[in-house]
């Protein structure tokens, strides 16, 4: 999982309630990356930063927030309007590499709202 | 619309022969594209990727994959698996339409099943 960290690996929580997940790199990428992981769904992009103080909307950004003050530093915000956030969340970084992208992805936080 | 597509929600594979983990794409330029793995609990590892050159492409772990550009294909190939092969398979494609942005359109997943 190279040099990204997700924190933490498991997280409860109650209905209704906000809950902030936490992704660090410590490989010098400009580019992050949020994606949510369901069964037979594969990944679905929530949100992605290509530098500091800017980010886009992936394509299921509804019910989520995100900030990007430090490089290293890309959070994600599970707020109380996303209607099903139970979900495995992988935070991803990349860099420019010859002409392409690779992405390298952290270890995931499970998520378990009931 | 650019899209990735793993045909098989499985593969089952017995340990010593060859397995393919299929992946089809579409998209308007010329195709960058990659192969990833997951194991239970675990991020995604990379693989291999493709973007000019050699149609034949090597990666980690012993695994390879062929470009074919009249099929628009990129299937992930091993001559021999091994049980530790077993994990979850993505296939990815570079988004064209986000310019440089280096977002990635994933497949489905594949399951590699090697039994002993």
């Known amino acids: 999982d190279g040099g990204i960290t997700q924190s933490p690996k498991y997280l409860f929580r109650k209905e209704g309630q906000n809950v902030t997940l936490s992704c660090e790199q410590n490989l010098n990428h400009d580019a992050m990356y949020w994606y949510r992981q369901d069964p037979g769904q594969g990944l679905r992009l929530i949100y992605y930063?290509?530098?500091?103080?800017?980010?886009q909307k992936g394509d299921i950004a509804e019910g989520y927030s995100v900030s990007r003050e430090k490089k290293e530093s890309f959070p994600l915000t599970v707020t109380s309007a996303q209607k099903n956030p139970t979900a495995f969340y992988l935070c991803?970084?990349?860099?420019?590499?010859?002409?392409?992208?690779?992405?390298?992805f952290g270890p995931g936080t499970r998520l378990t709202v009931t | 619309a650019q899209s990735v597509a793993q045909p098989e929600d499985q593969v089952n594979v017995a340990e010593g022969n060859p397995l393919t983990v299929k992946c089809t794409y579409s998209v308007s330029g010329n195709p960058y594209l990659f192969w990833y793995v997951q194991y239970p609990n675990r991020g995604l590892q990379f693989l291999l990727k493709?973007?000019?050159?050699?149609?034949l492409v090597k990666g980690s772990y012993g695994f390879e994959a062929e470009f074919n550009k009249s099929q628009t294909s990129f299937h992930l190939k091993k001559p021999s698996a091994l049980v530790s092969d077993s994990a979850l398979y993505f296939c990815?494609?570079?988004?064209?339409?986000?310019?440089?942005?280096?977002?990635?359109?994933f497949g489905q997943g594949t399951t590699l099943q090697v039994k002993p």
């Open positions: 990815a494609v570079r988004d064209e339409s986000s310019g440089n942005t280096g977002k990635l359109i």
């Open positions: 991803a970084s990349s860099v420019y590499r010859g002409v392409s992208y690779e992405q390298y």
């Open positions: 930063s290509q530098i500091v103080n800017d980010f």
């Open positions: 493709y973007i000019t050159g050699d149609n």
